[in-house]
């Protein structure tokens, strides 16, 4: 069964800083891969899709990369609405990773 | 704009069946490419996708709830139903639909409903 991995767990990230976050499948997924924010309370937002499109509406801030196994989605210059889970997603088979929560430092 | 919400009972004893309906606009579940998905979130947990259906009536499980899952549409009435058999208190989780265009991700989600599972 294909799984995805997610790290950091925690990221703490000072406002303005980036952060930068992991995902790792454990087989070849191509670009199959889409990131999500979730903000306590809300449901997931599509963040970036492809592994690297933003989906419409969504700060350049924001920026996908990564093919095969290893994906990375970094934020830039954080802000206090950046505060989320982040979890990524591989649409072969939709199952998501586990989540990094950033919070700021 | 698509718009989906999801609805149905906040407390289900264990050994129960749940069933759950979400309602869209803004799509049509009769256009060829169209899906739409289940996913779940236990409290404090990650996200779990639970099923597909697609526009042809085609659907998809997650292997480890298949035998419990169920899944129909009402493209007429703009709703589609999961159904889960047999709940257990670890079935306690906020459930959400999300659209699924053309094999692609999540794009937009409804704002997920609570159900818990006790006796």
């Known amino acids: 069964e294909m799984f995805l991995t997610q790290s950091p767990a925690t990221l703490s990230v000072s406002p303005g800083e980036r952060a930068t976050l992991s995902c790792r499948a454990s087989?070849?997924?191509?670009?199959?891969l889409a990131w999500y924010q979730q903000r306590p309370g809300q449901p997931p937002r599509l963040l970036i899709y492809?592994?690297?499109v933003r989906a419409p509406g969504i700060s350049d801030r924001f920026s996908g990369s990564g093919s095969e196994t290893e994906f990375t989605l970094i934020i830039d210059s954080l802000h206090s609405e950046d505060v989320a889970i982040y979890f990524c997603?591989?649409?072969?088979?939709?199952?998501f990773g586990p989540g990094t929560k950033v919070e700021l430092k | 704009q698509i718009t989906l919400k999801e609805s149905g009972p906040t407390l289900v004893k264990p050994a129960q069946s749940l069933t759950l309906t979400c309602t869209f606009s803004?799509?049509?579940?009769?256009?060829?490419?169209?899906?739409l998905a289940w996913i779940r979130q236990p409290p404090g947990k990650a996200l779990e996708w639970l099923a597909l259906?697609?526009?042809?009536?085609?659907?998809r499980f997650s292997p480890s709830l298949e035998s419990r899952l169920s899944v129909n549409k009402d493209p007429s009435r703009n709703q589609v139903f999961l159904t889960l058999s047999n709940v257990d208190p670890e079935d306690t989780a906020t459930y959400f639909c999300?659209?699924?265009?053309?094999?692609?991700?999540?794009?937009?989600w409804g704002l997920g409903t609570m159900v818990t599972v006790s006796s």
């Open positions: 999300a659209h699924h265009p053309d094999g692609q991700a999540f794009d937009f």
């Open positions: 803004g799509l049509s579940l009769d256009t060829s490419g169209e899906s």
């Open positions: 259906i697609y526009w042809d009536d085609d659907k």
């Open positions: 087989r070849n997924i191509y670009t199959n």
């Open positions: 492809d592994a690297s």
């Open positions: 997603q591989q649409y072969d088979e939709w199952f």
